[in-house]
Protein backbone atom coordinates (compact mmCIF):
# COMPACT_ATOMS: atom_id res chain seq x y z
CA UNK A 1 0.00 0.00 0.00
CA UNK A 2 1.28 3.25 -0.60
CA UNK A 3 2.96 4.87 2.26
CA UNK A 4 0.70 7.72 2.14
CA UNK A 5 -2.38 5.35 3.15
CA UNK A 6 -1.18 3.14 5.39
CA UNK A 7 -2.48 4.41 8.80
CA UNK A 8 -5.51 5.32 8.11
CA UNK A 9 -5.85 1.67 6.06
CA UNK A 10 -4.69 -0.84 8.94
CA UNK A 11 -7.28 1.73 11.38
CA UNK A 12 -10.29 0.21 8.86
CA UNK A 13 -9.00 -2.85 8.42
CA UNK A 14 -9.06 -3.26 12.44
CA UNK A 15 -12.45 -1.40 12.36
CA UNK A 16 -13.83 -3.90 9.74
CA UNK A 17 -12.67 -7.05 11.80
CA UNK A 18 -14.15 -5.41 14.70
CA UNK A 19 -17.59 -4.53 13.20
CA UNK A 20 -17.50 -8.29 11.28
CA UNK A 21 -16.28 -10.55 14.29
CA UNK A 22 -16.71 -8.67 17.36
CA UNK A 23 -13.99 -7.32 19.95
CA UNK A 24 -12.76 -11.18 20.64
CA UNK A 25 -12.87 -13.18 17.74
CA UNK A 26 -11.71 -15.93 18.87
CA UNK A 27 -15.06 -16.14 20.77
CA UNK A 28 -17.04 -16.15 18.12
CA UNK A 29 -18.41 -18.92 17.27
CA UNK A 30 -19.24 -18.11 13.29
CA UNK A 31 -15.83 -17.51 12.87
CA UNK A 32 -14.16 -20.28 10.52
CA UNK A 33 -11.64 -22.67 11.88
CA UNK A 34 -8.64 -23.85 9.78
CA UNK A 35 -8.85 -27.03 7.99
CA UNK A 36 -6.54 -29.32 9.79
CA UNK A 37 -3.61 -29.61 12.68
CA UNK A 38 -1.19 -29.32 8.93
CA UNK A 39 -2.26 -25.85 7.97
CA UNK A 40 -2.79 -24.55 11.32
CA UNK A 41 0.82 -24.96 12.00
CA UNK A 42 2.06 -23.91 8.52
CA UNK A 43 0.29 -21.00 9.04
CA UNK A 44 0.71 -19.84 12.58
CA UNK A 45 4.35 -19.64 11.85
CA UNK A 46 3.66 -17.14 9.18
CA UNK A 47 2.76 -14.59 12.65
CA UNK A 48 6.57 -14.85 13.26
CA UNK A 49 7.01 -12.83 10.45
CA UNK A 50 7.50 -9.05 10.48
CA UNK A 51 5.22 -7.07 13.14
CA UNK A 52 1.97 -7.81 14.00
CA UNK A 53 -0.32 -5.05 13.07
CA UNK A 54 -3.62 -6.32 13.82
CA UNK A 55 -4.38 -9.47 15.57
CA UNK A 56 -1.85 -12.37 15.71
CA UNK A 57 -3.50 -14.69 18.32
CA UNK A 58 -4.42 -18.64 17.97
CA UNK A 59 -5.96 -21.36 19.66
CA UNK A 60 -4.67 -24.29 18.03
CA UNK A 61 -6.62 -27.00 19.73
CA UNK A 62 -9.37 -25.03 18.27
CA UNK A 63 -7.57 -24.92 14.76
CA UNK A 64 -8.02 -20.46 15.40
CA UNK A 65 -6.27 -18.03 14.37
CA UNK A 66 -7.69 -14.72 14.27
CA UNK A 67 -7.01 -12.22 10.75
CA UNK A 68 -4.04 -10.86 11.37
CA UNK A 69 -2.25 -8.24 9.33
CA UNK A 70 1.39 -8.36 9.38
CA UNK A 71 4.23 -5.06 8.92
CA UNK A 72 7.75 -4.97 8.55
CA UNK A 73 7.62 -8.43 6.10
CA UNK A 74 10.67 -8.54 3.40
CA UNK A 75 10.08 -10.53 0.45
CA UNK A 76 12.06 -13.43 1.72
CA UNK A 77 10.08 -13.66 5.08
CA UNK A 78 8.30 -17.13 5.08
CA UNK A 79 4.91 -15.48 4.58
CA UNK A 80 6.02 -14.54 1.02
CA UNK A 81 7.34 -17.84 0.28
CA UNK A 82 3.72 -19.63 -0.76
CA UNK A 83 0.37 -19.10 -1.48
CA UNK A 84 -0.95 -18.31 2.15
CA UNK A 85 -4.87 -19.50 2.29
CA UNK A 86 -5.61 -18.53 5.67
CA UNK A 87 -6.52 -15.47 7.77
CA UNK A 88 -2.88 -13.76 7.34
CA UNK A 89 -1.94 -10.35 5.05
CA UNK A 90 1.43 -9.23 4.66
CA UNK A 91 1.42 -5.54 4.14
CA UNK A 92 3.96 -3.88 2.34
CA UNK A 93 4.14 -0.05 1.93
CA UNK A 94 5.85 2.00 -1.24
CA UNK A 95 6.17 5.59 -2.19
CA UNK A 96 7.41 4.78 -5.86
CA UNK A 97 5.28 1.84 -7.22
CA UNK A 98 7.61 1.02 -10.20
CA UNK A 99 10.12 -0.50 -8.27
CA UNK A 100 7.35 -2.27 -6.36
CA UNK A 101 5.54 -3.77 -9.64
CA UNK A 102 9.30 -4.88 -10.96
CA UNK A 103 9.83 -7.27 -7.87
CA UNK A 104 6.36 -8.50 -8.39
CA UNK A 105 7.05 -9.14 -11.99
CA UNK A 106 10.50 -10.93 -10.65
CA UNK A 107 8.61 -13.79 -8.38
CA UNK A 108 6.73 -16.25 -9.42
CA UNK A 109 3.47 -15.33 -10.84
CA UNK A 110 0.59 -15.02 -8.22
CA UNK A 111 -2.49 -16.85 -8.31
CA UNK A 112 -4.23 -13.46 -6.88
CA UNK A 113 -4.40 -10.10 -7.29
CA UNK A 114 -6.35 -7.01 -5.44
CA UNK A 115 -5.35 -3.92 -6.88
CA UNK A 116 -7.30 -1.14 -4.89
CA UNK A 117 -7.29 2.94 -7.09
CA UNK A 118 -9.61 4.75 -9.04
CA UNK A 119 -6.57 5.33 -11.05
CA UNK A 120 -7.44 4.40 -14.73
CA UNK A 121 -3.73 4.45 -15.83
CA UNK A 122 -2.27 2.77 -12.66
CA UNK A 123 -5.20 -0.03 -13.40
CA UNK A 124 -3.77 -0.34 -16.67
CA UNK A 125 0.13 -0.27 -15.80
CA UNK A 126 -0.58 -2.69 -13.19
CA UNK A 127 -2.91 -5.38 -15.73
CA UNK A 128 -0.16 -4.76 -18.51
CA UNK A 129 2.79 -5.40 -16.52
CA UNK A 130 1.82 -8.10 -13.98
CA UNK A 131 0.68 -11.94 -14.94
CA UNK A 132 -1.48 -13.45 -12.09
CA UNK A 133 -4.66 -16.01 -12.34
CA UNK A 134 -7.13 -13.67 -11.31
CA UNK A 135 -8.03 -10.80 -9.66
CA UNK A 136 -10.23 -7.53 -8.56
CA UNK A 137 -9.69 -4.13 -8.84
CA UNK A 138 -11.54 -2.40 -5.63
CA UNK A 139 -12.88 -5.39 -4.61
CA UNK A 140 -11.13 -9.24 -3.52
CA UNK A 141 -12.67 -12.87 -3.62
CA UNK A 142 -15.58 -11.48 -6.17
CA UNK A 143 -13.94 -12.65 -9.44
CA UNK A 144 -13.68 -16.69 -7.36
CA UNK A 145 -17.57 -16.22 -6.89
CA UNK A 146 -18.81 -15.25 -10.10
CA UNK A 147 -19.48 -18.27 -12.60
CA UNK A 148 -19.40 -15.87 -15.68
CA UNK A 149 -15.33 -15.22 -15.16
CA UNK A 150 -13.28 -18.57 -15.09
CA UNK A 151 -10.61 -18.77 -12.06
CA UNK A 152 -7.63 -20.20 -11.76
CA UNK A 153 -4.01 -20.15 -11.45
CA UNK A 154 -0.79 -19.82 -13.90
CA UNK A 155 2.69 -20.57 -13.61
CA UNK A 156 3.45 -22.18 -10.22
CA UNK A 157 -0.33 -21.68 -8.88
CA UNK A 158 -1.80 -23.78 -11.25
CA UNK A 159 -2.84 -24.09 -14.56
CA UNK A 160 -6.19 -24.12 -16.20
CA UNK A 161 -9.44 -22.27 -15.14
CA UNK A 162 -12.57 -23.58 -13.55
CA UNK A 163 -16.34 -21.82 -13.24
CA UNK A 164 -19.19 -21.82 -15.56
CA UNK A 165 -17.84 -23.07 -19.35
CA UNK A 166 -14.72 -23.53 -17.97
CA UNK A 167 -15.61 -26.25 -15.51
CA UNK A 168 -17.32 -28.12 -18.41
CA UNK A 169 -14.54 -27.80 -20.00
CA UNK A 170 -12.05 -28.79 -17.78
CA UNK A 171 -14.32 -32.03 -16.85
CA UNK A 172 -14.97 -33.16 -20.67
CA UNK A 173 -12.68 -34.84 -22.74
CA UNK A 174 -12.73 -33.71 -26.38
CA UNK A 175 -11.48 -36.66 -28.46
CA UNK A 176 -9.28 -36.10 -31.11
CA UNK A 177 -9.00 -38.37 -34.38
CA UNK A 178 -6.96 -37.59 -37.44
CA UNK A 179 -7.87 -40.30 -39.85
CA UNK A 180 -5.31 -40.15 -42.86
CA UNK A 181 -7.32 -41.43 -46.56
CA UNK A 182 -5.70 -43.12 -48.96
Known amino acids: MHEQVHDELIDLIGAEIKDKFGDDVLQNTDFPHIVNTRNFDRLSKFL ?5 LIGGRSVREQLLIEPTVLGDVNWESSVMQE ?3 GPVLPVFTY ?12 RPKPLALYLF ?3 EQLQNQV ?21 YLPFGGVGESGMGSYHGQ ?9 KSVLKRSE
Do not use: A, Y
Not at 128 to 142: A, E, K, P, R
Not at 166 to 174: A, K, L, P, Y
Open 117 to 119: TQD
Open 95 to 106: SDLNPMLDEIVR
Open 83 to 85: EIF
Open 48 to 52: NDGKT
Open 166 to 174: QSFDVFSHH
Open 127 to 147: LNQVSFGGGCINDTLSHMTSH
